[in-house]
């Protein structure tokens, strides 16, 4: 379809198979982490994930809460994980084995693939 093509009810319930089996299908990806030298898995976060990555007013804590909510591989919410890096609260562990700098651009990742780094244009009339 192009920018001109019009969506309609028709064309939203015939694609609900199709989208449906295409979010499932896209619903991991590997990202490559420089300082660990290898791949992690990430899920795109829930809205009620980013519903509360909002609440807080600080950024890193956000980006934290994010990565430590949509890593799926290694397991960042792994109790024995968490206590080897010696961590007081469970998403510390992200601090503890990530870069800063890698920590945003993990969450800045996860976000894209909920969506976010879709394009919508408005279409002259």
């Given at each position: 379809m192009d920018k001109t093509t019009k969506i309609t009810l028709d064309t939203l319930l015939a694609r609900k198979e199709q989208a449906i089996e295409d979010k499932?299908?896209?619903?991991?990806?590997?990202?490559?982490?420089?300082?660990?030298?290898?791949?992690?898995?990430?899920?795109p976060p829930t809205r009620a994930i980013l519903s509360d990555a909002r609440e807080t007013d600080n950024d890193s804590l956000a980006d934290r809460y994010l990565v430590y909510q949509c890593v799926v591989e290694p397991n960042l919410k792994d109790?024995?994980?968490?206590?080897?890096?010696?961590?007081?609260?469970?998403?510390?562990?992200?601090?503890?084995?990530?870069?800063?700098?890698?920590?945003?651009?993990?969450?800045?990742?996860?976000?894209?693939m909920a969506g976010f780094g879709n394009s919508v244009e408005k279409v002259k009339n």
């Open positions: 499932r299908k896209n619903s991991t990806g590997e990202l490559y982490v420089q300082s660990l030298d290898g791949t992690i898995t990430v899920k109790k024995k994980l968490q206590d080897a890096y010696g961590c007081g609260e469970p998403d510390e562990i992200v601090d503890k084995i990530f870069e800063l700098g890698e920590v945003g651009k993990i969450a800045a990742e996860c976000i894209n």
